[in-house]
């Protein structure tokens, strides 16, 4: 059973950075695609960016972004600590919400995470982090 913790979330000022942390805890899937969604009041849950994980495969690391993200926040993985990162920077106060992170599992030959951003394709996720971002 994975669980996934988030941490990192906080209150900054627009043009500030922050970086968040998603921990699995147990066995999780290999190959899987873990992203970063988010969520504001009133709003859908909508994908920020995905990773794929498949441990020795070219296609390991694969990365996806949200188009209103891009350029700005990077996702990256250790796998020595089962550790997915968002690094947000030059935030804008749209960027607020609560972040989660989400695992869903691949087909063994997974070279991309396909539907990246629909939540029906994810069987975990962690219980959140609060980004506040003030103009």
């Known amino acids: 059973q994975v669980r996934l913790v988030e941490s990192g979330g906080g209150s900054v000022q627009a043009g500030e950075s922050l970086k968040l942390s998603c921990t699995a805890s147990?066995?999780?899937?290999?190959?899987?695609?873990i992203a970063w969604f988010r969520q504001g009041p009133g709003t859908q849950r909508e994908g920020v960016a995905s990773?794929?994980?498949?441990?020795?495969?070219?296609?390991?690391?694969?990365?996806y972004y949200d188009q209103s993200v891009q350029g700005r926040f990077r996702i990256s993985r250790d796998s020595a600590s089962n550790t997915v990162f968002l690094q947000m920077d030059h935030l804008k106060p749209e960027d607020s919400g609560m972040y989660y992170c989400?695992?869903?599992?691949?087909?063994?030959?997974?070279?991309?995470?396909?539907?990246?951003?629909?939540?029906?394709?994810?069987?975990?996720w962690g219980q959140g982090t609060q980004v506040t971002v003030s103009a």
């Open positions: 990773i794929l994980r498949r441990d020795g495969s070219q296609y390991d690391g694969n990365r």
């Open positions: 147990g066995s999780s899937a290999n190959p899987s695609c």
């Open positions: 989400a695992l869903a599992p691949q087909d063994r030959y997974a070279y991309t995470c396909g539907s990246w951003a629909d939540t029906r394709e994810y069987v975990v």
